[in-house]
T-cell receptor, first 112, second 112 residues
Framework: GNSVTQMEGPVTLSEEAFLTINCTYT??????LFWYVQYPGEGLQLLLK?????DKGSNKGFEATYRKETTSFHLEKGSVQVSDSAVYFC???????????FGKGTRLSVIA | SQTIHQWPATLVQPVGSPLSLECTVE??????LYWYRQAAGRGLQLLFY??????ISSEVPQNLSASRPQDRQFILSSKKLLLSDSGFYLC???????????FGQGTRLTVV
């Protein structure tokens, strides 16, 4: 079946630190990959996406590259801010299959 | 532009009472609609999705049901709530089943 595995949180970083949140996937097919962000008390917002191998999605300083050879889609940001504190979800979508499949989420806390 | 409305934002209900959560989408026609549940530490679980009026797919056997009485309205219901129904419920929509979804602000349900 299709599944997404994210690194366990919480992750606590100081402001301006480098961020990596690991995400790997298993898919029966050729998936599209997504990162969603959930700020406290809110719904999920699409952060970035990639639809084919070697694509790089980017938004708000965050980046993730679709690596087919390692079945990974790690989220990175060079310099985090306090306002980046949120829960981040990796997700996949396989055409002809069920809707989005999510990882368990990784809580990020950035301290000043 | 498209918007999604979900209400209420918070709800406290006694065990055994009924439940009705409503979600509506504006600015699009024939959207695909979803209900997800987010329990603490367990990520996002897809409960139901609908590709058209009266068409409901159930992903997980639950004490819950869903209905789509109008094109852009999706309702999540229960006849008798259980303690285990507590969680954060999220409605979402997409243009097609196999594209990224856009989420509402969520309903925090506490069953006491």
């Amino acid at each position: 079946g299709n599944s997404v595995t994210q690194m366990e949180g919480p992750v606590t970083l100081s402001e301006e630190a480098f961020l990596t949140i690991n995400c790997t996937y298993t898919a029966t097919g050729y998936p599209s990959l997504f990162w969603y962000v959930q700020y406290p008390g809110e719904g999920l917002q699409l952060l970035l996406k990639a639809t084919k191998a070697d694509d790089k999605g980017s938004n708000k300083g965050f980046e993730a590259t679709y690596r087919k050879e390692t079945t990974s889609f790690h989220l990175e940001k060079g310099s985090v801010q306090v306002s980046d504190s949120a829960v981040y979800f990796c997700a996949l979508l396989v055409s002809g299959n069920t809707p989005l499949v999510f990882g368990k989420g990784t809580r990020l806390s950035v301290i000043a | 532009s498209q918007t999604i409305h979900q209400w209420p934002a918070t709800l406290v209900q006694p065990v055994g009472s009924p439940l009705s959560l409503e979600c509506t989408v504006e600015g699009t026609s024939n959207p695909n609609l979803y209900w997800y549940r987010q329990a603490a530490g367990r990520g996002l679980q897809l409960l139901f999705y609908s590709v058209g009026i009266g068409q409901i797919s159930s992903e997980v056997p639950q004490n819950l049901s869903a209905s789509r009485p109008q094109d852009r309205q999706f309702i999540l219901s229960s006849k008798k709530l259980l303690l285990s129904d507590s969680g954060f419920y999220l409605c979402a929509w997409s243009e097609q089943v196999y594209t990224e979804a856009f989420f509402g602000q969520g309903t925090r349900l506490t069953v006491v």
